[in-house]
């Protein structure tokens, strides 16, 4: 009896992302084993990242620090500006750093700062430091010192501004600004007066002690969010919510999780519709976590939570995120291991997760959205925008893996004898194919190049790829492959220098022999 051969197509392969939960050999193939500086793009492929591209061409003030926060001033005439924090320092500018750190003998030692536009102006703060206030408008200036980074106390009828406001948490929503988590003070919220961030006494200005509100007794207020007029409370291990949070005078409890909580202030993003934030057990959603009060279901990270974890064990440093709608992503960036998860949002899969990929040896630190779309990201380096497909000029690896591919029978050893690639990139763009047996215990590896072929030869219509017309296209339907194993892995690579590259399709055959 003749030996079958089969067929594996793997259309659009890693469409549902990375998937480090389930075993190998049960996964769908639709999943990655590996999917490194890899986005899924609007096609539903996998497709290298954009990369780093630094614009600061002086960052002497910054010396060896690091930019840790970066926020986009911008006032109702249209003036904008962009500043961030590093190396101790309040900075302005994108090409060239500029100091804005007040004088005066105010003194930082720290860059954990967070920034709020608020009202015309920019506010800073950050635990245990006086409060700062960049603003453009001179009524609001004391001694003429328009258009600079001043203490908060020091504009025109600031009042209220004492230690106890001093927090590492500001929010601006529902007409002012609310602070909390201070250094001797984690359960007590201030909000300022009405349009008037510079206003902690009078008016409607006013605190409230939550600390009898902690479902488990007590806890620390991490981060606060504005949701659908709810004042979200994010603790390390419980959420409150209060309703009514235009006038917070007459706030009441809506709701509270327990078991539940924030990692880090800065995981905290507002993604149209919900927030975002990183609990001790994975990334979850304000919206699912209420509705479900806190059960697994709702983890939006079920394919590499346990990866997560891993990870929170070891962060020595901070969490930085952004939510980038052009792209349709959430990022996650552990600080202190160089590494960032790359969530897609378009849609969830079948357990409530979103497609996830992984992005390695990033040395982000920070980021924002600008106005205008553009995503600017802080490093060593300075600032820099997400776009092209370099980092600083250098090329970063794109990867593939797929899961343990068994052809629908582990026990059967499989004979492979091809493998048909469909890759869309830059003419001459070389890709290291692999393939290994056995989870690896064998393998071997064949070197193909993007361009080999011009799409025109190939009937690909299906392919819907009509955007690339300044792409190739390689299909190589005679790469002929041998070995064998009772199970198959694929591994496509390259190195990503300047031109961009999606993985549409692979197909495998292989020999089927007798069972093992």
């Known amino acids: 009896m003749a030996q079958e051969i089969k067929s594996i197509n793997l259309v659009a392969p890693a469409f549902k992302g990375i998937n480090t939960e389930d075993s190998a050999l049960s996964q769908d193939p639709s999943f990655a084993d590996v999917a490194d500086n ?84 920019l506010y ?89 509100v902690w479902p488990d007794g007590y806890d620390e207020i991490v981060s606060l969010a504005a949701h659908n007029n709810f004042l979200i409370i994010f603790g390390k291990r419980n959420i409150v919510a209060y309703s009514g949070a235009d006038d917070p005078a007459n706030m009441a409890l809506q709701d509270t999780v327990t078991g539940t909580g924030c990692v880090g202030r800065d995981t905290v993003q507002y993604t149209g519709m919900d927030v975002f934030f990183l609990s001790q057990t994975g990334l979850k959603s304000f919206g699912r976590t209420i509705q479900e009060k806190s059960m697994p279901l709702n983890s939006l990270s079920g394919t590499i939570t346990k990866d997560i974890i891993t990870l929170l064990k070891t962060e020595s440093e901070s969490f930085k995120s952004v939510y980038y709608p052009e792209e349709n992503f959430y990022l996650l960036t552990f600080t202190g291991q160089d590494v960032t998860l790359c969530f897609d949002i378009r849609g969830a899969l079948e357990n409530g997760a979103y497609r996830a990929t992984r992005w390695p040896l990033t040395t982000f630190t920070s980021y924002v959205r600008q106005d205008n ?38 026990s059967i ?23 290994a047996y056995d989870f690896g215990s064998r393998s071997d590896s064949i070197i193909i190049s993007v361009g080999a072929s011009d799409p025109s030869e190939f009937n690909i219509a299906e392919f819907n790829i009509a955007e690339f017309t300044s792409g190739k296209l390689v299909i190589r339907d005679s790469v002929n492959v041998g070995g064998s194993g009772t199970t198959l892995a694929v591994t496509i690579e390259a190195d990503i220098d300047g031109t961009e590259l999606s993985l549409q399709e692979i197909n495998v055959l292989a020999l089927m022999g007798k069972i093992i």
Do not use: C
């Open 124 to 212: 800073f703060f950050q635990r245990g430091y006086a409060p700062l206030i960049y603003n453009t408008i001179a009524t609001l200036t004391s001694g003429g010192a328009n258009s600079a980074v001043v203490e908060l106390s020091t504009v025109h009828s600031a009042s209220g501004v004492t230690s106890a406001i001093y927090g590492n948490e500001v929010l601006a929503a529902y007409g002012r600004l609310w602070t909390a988590d201070f250094a001797d003070d984690k359960s007590t919220i201030y909000w300022s007066d009405l349009l008037a961030g510079h206003k902690w006494s009078g008016g409607s200005s006013g605190s409230i002690d939550i600390s009898k």
């Open 413 to 435: 050893l499989k004979f492979l004898k091809k493998l048909r690639p469909t890759i869309i990139g830059g003419s001459g763009q070389p890709v290291s194919m692999r393939w």
């Open 373 to 410: 779309g553009a995503l600017l990201v802080g490093s060593e380096l300075g600032i820099g925008q997400y776009t092209g497909y370099q980092d600083n000029g250098l090329a970063y690896r794109f990867k593939y893996s797929s899961p343990e591919l068994t052809f629908g029978d582990p």
């Open 38 to 121: 890899a986005v899924i793009d609007q096609r539903g492929r996998i497709a290298a990242r954009k990369g780093l591209s630094v614009i600061t061409t002086d960052k002497t003030v910054l010396g060896a620090g690091k930019i840790r926060a970066i926020k986009e001033f911008k006032n109702d005439a249209g003036v904008t500006k962009v500043f961030s924090v590093g190396n101790n320092k309040i900075i302005s500018g994108t090409t060239t750093l500029v100091d804005e750190t007040p004088g005066g003998g105010y003194t930082i030692t720290a860059d954990d700062w967070k920034m709020v536009n608020f009202n015309n102006s």
